[in-house]
């Protein structure tokens, strides 16, 4: 199947459904009527639908190198400008198809996936079948439009050796078996974002150190259907406010469940394992991989989306409530204006800025990129908190769409108007607001920027360590001085 | 009656129901059955209990004046240090109960009511029978421990002078009618925490100016039993997460319930009107009354609860995760124990400085008092980011307290537990992090405190003009430069 | 005279020498000579001496459309978007030069000036010989390389009509006669840096208002020889340290002096007059002229290099004192390469976003330029402060450059040296850090920055009213409601 | 000597002068006379004036327990709350003569000693001797008034054993010989705040490690005369701006010169040996001396007094600009207003607090006095950037004095003043808040107050680790949830 629709997406989830766990209870039946899963799956169905629409196929997809039929347009390594250009807008359409709220839209992995596979070269050294293994499976997603998720870390108990020694039992995951089908995994892996509603799942954890063995066995990176044998899906509380899209404009259709994966001593065949025991190699490829540039392209189109629906809502707001002219409000919304302007130029600078690298990728200058990446993180969360500070006592006072409907409506609607806004008009964009800033849905996503590729220290280190040019600097002081 | 017990307490807000609307339904029966209000009355009847129990009561009530019977200690008119003491004592343990989630525990309008009634003489010269209304009114609230809400604002679109322009018809709250029986009000009034659990309401809205008439039909203040025909309570959506105390140990006990009150015309009899037309009276009572000095005093108590709590609640984290060496870990904490500190200097402050003043009240010095109040809305919401930034992934992955009575349990023993804790232990303190950091019920608290005694131009403003003895540190200037 | 050298800059400096008045003293002689200017003048002479040099001139001039004779890049209204990089390449050679530490380098007057007479034709309507002044005045300027200062702004005492209330004699400059050679002004301007070393001066204060007056004496725009009779400069304290570079690195070259401007009826020939009495039209000139956008454009030139140059010391002092591991380290540094990112991006997204205006000049865009204005300021003193709390005690326990050639040299060589430098290396570097974070002319850079395009008010008014597109967002969110 | 006046500090620093070094020229003659010291001496000279006024002296002294003569009241050992309150009101006496700008007031040596000697006893297992002789040393100190310096931290490149690494020849400081006179000691420290006018000099550097050794040659504690043969004072240059009081109130009194000195293998005779070789022992008496609680009384003071006198000149500022309404005017004040609330009730807190330690002293509870320590160096900082902000350009265009007597004084005279201020007392104002903020004299202080204590990771650990009582709030949320 070349690019799919959105029945093709849904049909193929709720046939191949996974086991997932849900408040004790396993999902059984179709995922996509399950009210957790529903708003999301109903979104992403719509998105898929639109790689084949007459006025967007085109930006949408490419003709497969291997049949000529049209495949997701993320799945397209960039060699070319144009090509980071067509990326660019094509991500954008999802984006604003979403509001940047899923961040796992398909194009996350689709492009991730990309990134590794055109780097696959560099396994090539290690095991030639390793690289073989992963180019094949980037083709079999693209041409097969793989709906993927994927983990990369662990949960605490689990993470640090220095924690281990706490616990009688060792828990980080690992290979307990190699055999001549494949390896077989015990442990568990965080935050696995939409791993209910995807058809596959790549796993590639941050490797562990291990003394004193030649393999290993904390090293590993594969992919494997969502619904192989002893896996299992255990999700966090849904977030879904409710159906009605007025109560619930986001969380209604954007509320992506994460999960925890538990591998019980799941076989994973050889032709889905791509590294698998040497560390140093696990660490370097998502260096080298580039891993970060190219999913921050995609990222980009995400946050800038989100930025402009935040300031859309924000300026709503004041208006609304005929703030315009007073300083304290015009200094929050010029910090929102400052950030999206910031984050656009980023993206400008990235793509213009961008060479060829040793796989042929058209790599975006990683610079910006790695300052935004550090950047957005800091500003999500003000920009939140910027929505609680204009809109004070009115996210927590809101009526419930059906209290229009009863025969309370007529003294609402006349203590509640807004500038411009009728009662229910201004009502619905109070609970946009409270979704954003007050509802569970909202804390989560805030919490979600903040650690998105992973917590300060670590995004820091990223982009001073990878930063290159910083000798023109200091060379430039030491002229200056001498 | 005097000091009720929690039966007491329930059975009287349940015989007189008000008028109560929640999402387009009006509430019917026992309210205190109702899933939206148990948690709260609940623990509120607790907290009534309390004034009963033989280890407490001498702590929790004082001897009526009237008929010597114990009421209430936090109606006392302070006169001494030692009843500031005594105040002080006994908030401490209801807040110690509540570990300052509740914003309208009862000690908050018995106090509010207090410092009205202590000031009652400054209305003399307006109309001795007001000032007779109020102390009176006092008296019955305190020998028959009326729980009391209160509201002092208006919805936005009622609220502004520059913005009843926008709109043909005007909203604001005003005195319609005045008869041999009382005044009639017409008019909305927000946010009113607690109004649909409680016996009585004190309306004082903040006067809105009116050009021309003699006698101002916006201002006025009164209160009435809250189930006094055409009035009508509209409650925001309940942020009652579930019963279980594992999964939501807060929303399941201290979610106070906010509403929308609307008098549609309702009569207000004239031995409960207390202020009615005089635009600068009503101004300066707030001021004269000291209002903002008393009902600080038990907010302070309330808010060095809740900051022990959060204290106690990212030290546990801080174990569990194992992260007391982490230097940002460190500094984050110590944002915390120092709030704690200022908070404490700043009561011990307030208490020691307390001098008579003319309406016979110990009072304390307000000017900790008013800095306080202006520094824990900023620091509250930090102390909460603290928490998101150091429970990170982990606020967001969090199974539910049925995943461990199902089959999937062992792999969560396994994989969630923490240092000193098992998994469920674990997972118990993650979703009390969630709740406070993550969920609608904290988001909810955020906003509530940021605005706890108005946005902070007013706050700033009530401490900048009410600041004393600057001259002081001017005039050391002005000798130390001439 | 075509662009001219740096002896030609002096001599004429020295020649046409206003009344300048210093420390109570007026300055005499050769200015060039006075150590308050001499770094400053040596530094703007090796400017104008590049360009003449073989390598830049190409760079640093066109062909006057008078003569054919090279005349500075600067003065050069850009029509295409070569024009925009042409002037963005030439304005930041000078920047690399000065570091960013000039505030007045000459190209920032010389885009100013541009970019009003490129919209003159807007005076043509209120007088068509105000039009024409501006055009012949900037081509006077252009053709002799004139040396220019401004004036927008007038001491506290002047500026607000609210304020004069204060005092008996009204202070606000105005026009206090009309003749036939001119008008008589009377008044003083603030902020004139390089007033007291530049040919000319701007004058074109903020207009205050004026009841009743058909004509109000308080609008007025013009440009007079510095050396005009009845004009006085009254300078600040000069910020040079020394002569020695080592010990004062940037002072030494870098201090531009601020004055005070006094015109005590000073005649303003009808020829250099180009505003006089129409209050709205000075308001709206200022943006119809989109001076802010122009002069953006060098200012983010300057700011850039100046950022550069932080980063280098920045870099410097974290590798001599070996702190490239401390985690709170990394932090800053990264903050620092964030900046650096943004404001190149920024810079980047406003020439390729730039469009011909209605005056023919290809303007660029200035929606991030107006970001870069309200950031800017911002993170300037951060950087700064940053400087300080990586530099710490090092920062003040410096010796002098005297020190080394003392006999005690062999123990500070000893106790002095950092990791990759020997002690009088490692000490120049922190008199740089010093003069940057705790000099006075640190200091003085610091709220220069702070204020460069007024207060933060003003600022963020000028970006929240001049955001252009907002409507999409606002509408975006409106269909994502309906 | 009891209590000395200032004429006998004056003579007696002037009659030991020390090597000093100063810009690469050996200090000679009467340092009292020096345009570096001369400033700083007058005013201490004051100082200790003070504790023979007879208003004053019963608060500034108490009964030798050698001779009942007069001592130094900040010698005494606080026994009892009485006690800590006199040494408080007599630290705030001293502290409103300088403001606070002194960080090496008398008092601070005066309680350092005070708190080590009280704790001599743990020493005494250790050696007798040395117990012996830092309480002898205290004595001398005591009986006879002596001025104190103090080192604890050496130069970057000797502190850090990694540093070390770097260099060929290892420069930390050493005892290189024991013989029977004393320890020979071979090293530089930092930063000896007023060094060159002390008579003695405490060093007790923070102890480096040190392989294999049993007695560690980098730990040691003594104190000798600071003209010690082979000891050497060098200065940082000095940032006294003049002499003039108007033109730098600040500089021109309060201008405490830091130095680094230098011990060339100098003889310290075994008399003044207070510890030696004991790595464990040198760190544990820091803490059980608690020599941070006691200087942390002193510290409070100063900072009090300077927060006061911050807040008077801010006040002062806006009032003379016409600024009280502007909301983020009164925003910027609030935050100082809260400052000084804050400081005086952690204070407060401290003293109320207090309780016997095993050395008999009554000892202030260190809680709120370490969360002192942790916010004044955040809070100082921002208390100076809203001076900038507050100031604006009027902190860059400000004349000199001598303006005032020239000719072109009326003009000053007329467009300088300000609201309730002349032109001449409006200067002066801006001449104190540029000292505060622009000036060197206020950028060494914002660098010396954020390092007050050792860096803010240091001063968090203290805080942190140092926090008792912690295990009551973790208690309260284990049993909440369970």
Redesign the interface.
Known sequence: MPVKNGGQYIERINKNLPEI?????QVKGEISEHKAFKGLMTTQSAMYDMQLEDKLKAKMSYASPLTGDPVGLSFLQPKTKKDLAARREMMQIWA?TH?GFLGRAPDYMNTSLMAFASAAGYLEEENPQYASNLRQYYAYCRENDITLSHVF?Q????R?P??MK??E?P?AARVIEKNKDGIVIR??F??DTQGATSDEILVYPTPLPCEGDEENPFVFAFAVPSNLPKV?F?C??SFVGGESTF?Y?LSSRFEEM???V?F?DALVPWDRVFICGNEELAYRFFDESRFFTHASTQIMCKNIAKT??L???I??MV?A??LERH??V??K??EV??AL??L???Q??AE?GAALDRWGSMLPNR??LL?AN??FPKIY?RMI?II??I????????????????E?HG??D???????LDAK?NV??SR?AWEL????F???Q???E??FFG???IV??R??HG?QG?E???????D??S
Chains 1, 2, 3, 4 share one sequence.
Not at 21 to 25: D, I, N, R, S, T
Not at 437 to 440: D, G, I, K, Q, T
Not at 472 to 478: A, G, L, M
């Open positions: 766990w849900l408040a004790g209870e604003n509001h870390i949960p605490k108990a689990s640090w220095s924690f706490f616990f039992e828990s442990g568990a965080l935050l299992r255990i966090r509380e109560n404009p994460d999960t925890l538990i019980d402009e629906f300031l859309g809502t300026e709503s208006e409530a005929g300083e304290h015009v200094e919304v010029t204006i400052i302007e910031t656009k130029a980023l400008l600078a213009k610079k910006p300052a550090a950047y969360p908190e609680q500070l809109g004070s006592s009115g996210l927590i006072m809101i009526p419930d769409e059906k209290d229009f409907d009863s309370i003294q609402l006349r203590y509640l108007k807004g500038i411009g008009e619905q964009l946009l800033s007050v509802s569970a909202g804390g989560r805030t919490v979600y903040r650690f917590n300060s220290l820091n280190n982009l001073y930063y910083r023109t600097f200091k060379q430039r002081v030491q200056f001085l």
